[in-house]
């Protein structure tokens, strides 16, 4: 068996916080790395107990550097380094190909605008209001099980806090019998009731495990989006969607703050949508501002 496991890092056990996610947090940081890759390997130990015998791990949060490469196990791989659009145009799920059996979401979070959401967002929350395939509107959850269904492969586990839980079994559940993980109770933005690794490690091992397990014996669904598609992508700003469209190609203005693409398959629109959303960074150098 061979599993894919994308980790993203604020639906991680304990984790609630700005400064648990990013380098310049310091002491909390580090801590906050810690965490998560306790939930990864937990994950890693339930797919090795069930018979896995290739881990491939894909870092899906911020500059996608942040699990301890030397607490992973020795059938695990580790995907790491940033999500610039031409080497990671799927951004989270790269390191992804039709030879997996099976994927797990790990430290996962509820998708942008959700109420009372815990540190939610959508692929960057300083530019995505809201993201949307053929009208649905997706979170980070659903645009990457989508991903992993365009190469032939399901979703079995699925971690983080009880917003996103909740969000991610509207999603799949579908799809066959996926395992979900609470690691957290949402109290706000940045405020949850936490279990400690504790309880959530052996709780994401033995999901990790059962999820392998029925995969197995029962089998699982991948989400495939026939063609052609159209994705849409709403911004915070204009500026934003001015800056898109002047430097990706078959991008659409949608109104006044989006944008859209019309494609042949999600796997190439949702691409696109990364690309526009990570051309929505550009700095211009000082002597044009």
């Known amino acids: 068996?061979?599993?894919?496991?994308?980790?993203?890092?604020?639906?991680?056990?304990?984790?609630?916080?700005?400064?648990?996610?990013?380098?310049?947090?310091?002491?909390?940081?580090?801590?906050?790395?810690?965490?998560?890759?306790?939930?990864?390997v937990a994950a890693c130990t339930g797919a090795i107990r069930a018979g896995a015998r290739e881990i491939v791990i894909s870092e899906g949060h911020a500059n996608m550097r942040h699990i301890l490469l030397e607490d992973l196990p020795a059938q695990a791989r580790l995907v790491r380094g940033p999500?610039?659009?031409?080497?990671?145009?799927?951004?989270?799920?790269a390191g992804l190909?039709?030879?997996?059996?099976?994927?797990?979401?790990?430290?996962?979070?509820?998708?942008?605008?959700?109420?009372?959401?815990?540190?939610?967002?959508?692929?960057?929350?300083?530019?995505?209001?809201?993201?949307?395939?053929?009208?649905?509107?997706?979170?980070?959850?659903?645009?990457?099980?989508?991903?992993?269904?365009s190469f032939g492969v399901p979703v079995g586990l699925v971690a983080g806090a009880d917003d996103l839980v909740a969000e991610a079994q509207a999603d799949l559940a579908r799809f066959g019998p996926v395992d979900f993980v609470t690691t957290k109770k949402a109290l706000g933005f940045n405020l949850a009731e936490c279990w400690g690794p504790k309880a959530t490690g052996p709780w994401l091992e033995q999901a990790?495990?059962?999820?392998?397990?029925?995969?197995?014996?029962?089998?699982?669904?991948?989400?495939?989006?026939?063609?052609?598609?159209?994705?849409?992508?709403?911004?915070?700003?204009?500026?934003?969607?001015?800056?898109?469209?002047?430097?990706?190609?078959?991008?659409?203005?949608?109104?006044?703050?989006?944008?859209?693409?019309?494609?042949e398959s999600a796997r190439s629109a949702l691409s696109t949508l990364w690309r526009a959303i990570t051309e929505a960074f550009h700095e211009p150098s000082a002597w044009l501002r």
């Open 208 to 263: 990790a495990f059962d999820a392998a397990q029925r995969w197995m014996s029962e089998g699982l669904r991948p989400w495939v989006i026939a063609g052609p598609v159209r994705a849409e992508l709403d911004c915070h700003r204009r500026e934003m969607v001015d800056r898109m469209l002047l430097a990706t190609p078959g991008l659409l203005r949608n109104g006044d703050r989006g944008v859209a693409v019309e494609a």
């Open 83 to 93: 999500a610039l659009w031409p080497q990671k145009p799927l951004c989270q799920i």
């Open 97 to 149: 190909d039709e030879s997996f059996d099976l994927a797990f979401f790990i430290g996962f979070h509820s998708r942008a605008g959700t109420v009372g959401g815990l540190l939610s967002h959508t692929w960057a929350g300083a530019i995505v209001h809201e993201l949307r395939l053929n009208g649905q509107v997706l979170g980070e959850t659903a645009i990457n099980a989508i991903l992993c269904g």
């Open 1 to 40: 068996m061979k599993v894919f496991i994308c980790a993203d890092m604020e639906g991680a056990t304990g984790i609630v916080h700005r400064d648990q996610l990013m380098p310049e947090g310091g002491a909390p940081y580090i801590a906050g790395c810690r965490l998560l890759t306790g939930d990864v």
